[in-house]
T-cell receptor
Framework: AQSVTQLDSHVSVSEGTPVLLRCNYS??????LFWYVQHPNKGLQLLLK??????LVKGINGFEAEFKKSETSFHLTKPSAHMSDAAEYFC??????????FGAGTRLFVKA | DGGITQSPKYLFRKEGQNVTLSCEQN?????MYWYRQDPGQGLRLIYY???????QKGDIAEGYSVSREKKESFPLTVTSAQKNPTAFYLC????????????FGEGSRLTVL
């Protein structure tokens, strides 16, 4: 069975400081893992995805994530937060078919 | 540009009324999905369809109905049997050829008065 846990419901950072959003997963298969971002009253936009190629994945807007199989983690990072990064972020696991599991989301606040 | 179009963006209804949310995609994707989003609960799957004229219940299908008469279209009806319909509804699609990545519409916010 698959599951995904986002370890923080809210994260607050100052502009210009690093961002870390944590995600642990469980999967019986070799999973695909994704991070999506959602701004208020908008759909979800793909930030990055891991599909068993390089374990360090680079995405849009300076975000990246590292797949660590031994730790079953897929944490999202960014070296320097920008005000426009304030949004909700979802970690997602898929068995590459049509079964997709969403984390509960982490809301990122960025202080000026 | 290819994408997914949801309409209406905002919808108000009275209790006891059925409403239908539209979802159209021009990505030539095989599968389409409806999710419900409530604050602090992430996304929950209502229905999905992998092929025309076929669909399956998701985790919270009670009080909802769908149809898939065309590959491009997957409308969702929120019936009067849905006890708490006020929510943000998201339509998504993907294809057998990709890695599970979902493509989302902009969402429809339903408020029951």
């Amino acid at each position: 069975a698959q599951s995904v846990t986002q370890l923080d419901s809210h994260v607050s950072v100052s502009e210009g400081t690093p961002v870390l959003l944590r995600c642990n997963y469980s999967s019986s298969y070799s999973p695909s893992l994704f991070w999506y971002v959602q701004h208020p009253n908008k759909g979800l936009q793909l930030l990055l995805k891991y599909t068993s190629a390089a374990t360090l994945v680079k995405g849009i807007n300076g975000f990246e994530a590292e797949f660590k199989k031994s730790e079953t983690s897929f944490h999202l990072t960014k070296p320097s937060a920008h005000m426009s990064d304030a949004a909700e972020y979802f970690c997602v696991v898929s068995d590459r078919g049509f079964k997709t599991i969403f984390g509960a989301g982490t809301r990122l606040f960025v202080k000026a | 540009d290819g994408g997914i179009t949801q309409s209406p963006k905002y919808l108000f209804r009275k209790e006891g009324q059925n409403v239908t949310l539209s979802c159209e995609q021009n990505l030539n994707h095989d599968a389409m999905y409806w999710y419900r989003q409530d604050p602090g609960q992430g996304l929950r799957l209502i229905y999905y369809s992998q092929i025309v004229n076929d669909f399956q219940k998701g985790d919270i299908a009670e009080g909802y109905s769908v149809s898939r008469e065309k590959k491009e279209s997957f409308p969702l009806t929120v019936t009067s049997a849905q006890k708490n319909p006020t929510a943000f509804y998201l339509c998504a699609s993907n294809t057998f050829a990709n890695t599970g990545e979902l493509f989302f519409g902009e969402g429809s916010r339903l408020t029951v008065l």
